[in-house]
């Protein structure tokens, strides 16, 4: 079992849709997590820090499941500038080094 | 700029060459990661670096790779006697020593083809 999944898409919908990804993690000490967002071809740039109680930020909601192990993203009234391919990092291991451990990233394709 | 810089942005190379790489972390940073990703993939651990020192690599790090920080400031890394199937975009980030509270800067990646 892979560290950290996602599903990879595409998800393809409708500009002003609500859509969800999720991301599961398998090692249950995982302690920071985070959703990126990557363009095509370009590097990956953090879109948020994921909190224990959940934060948002605009049209963006992160959760974290500690229970069930994943965390969630939730865009509301999607963009087509939100297209993009999304990818989950976690801090799977205690201590130090912060080495980030990312999923293989969902697409998302938002159409007129 | 006070972002992550790496050099080159494209590298093509005949396959058995060696090639190197180039990044340039923030420079409060001292934590420093080298990434590797494939298409359809997400960013792959390679190793990483505190100061100068190497404190993790991955299984993924053949011995034809080899990284360095030799003044804990800038990193190279090396990849010899390339292979077609090295051909990846190498992303570099870097993170400040302490709680990971706003993730990595990555920079913007040297694409690698080998023909």
């Known amino acids: 079992r892979k560290e950290v999944e996602q599903d990879p898409g595409p998800f393809n919908v409708p500009e002003g849709a609500t859509v969800a990804f999720n991301c599961t993690y398998s090692n249950s000490a995982s302690q920071s997590f985070f959703w990126y967002r990557q363009d095509c071809r370009k590097e990956p740039k953090l879109l948020m820090s994921v909190y224990s109680s959940g934060n948002e930020d605009g049209r963006f909601t992160a959760q974290l499941n500690r229970a069930s192990q994943y965390i969630s993203l939730l865009i509301r009234d999607s963009k087509l500038s939100d297209s993009a391919t999304y990818l989950c990092a976690v801090k799977v291991q205690k201590g130090g080094g912060n080495k980030l451990t990312f999923g293989t990233g969902t697409q998302l394709k938002v159409e007129l | 700029d006070t972002g992550v810089s790496q050099d080159p942005r494209h590298k093509i190379t005949k396959r058995g060459q060696n090639v190197t790489f180039r990044c340039d972390p923030i420079s409060e940073h001292n934590r420093l990661y080298w990434y590797r990703q494939t298409l359809g993939q997400g960013p792959e651990f390679l190793t990483y670096f505190q100061n100068e020192a190497q404190l993790e690599k991955s299984r993924l790090l053949s011995d034809r790779f080899s990284a360095e920080r030799p003044k804990g400031s800038f990193s190279t890394l090396e990849i010899q006697r390339t292979e077609q199937g090295d051909s990846a975009m190498y992303l570099c980030?870097?993170?400040?020593?302490?709680?990971?509270?706003?993730?990595?800067?990555f920079g913007s990646g040297t694409r690698l083809t080998v023909v």
């Open positions: 980030a870097s993170s400040s020593q302490g709680t990971l509270v706003n993730g990595y800067t």
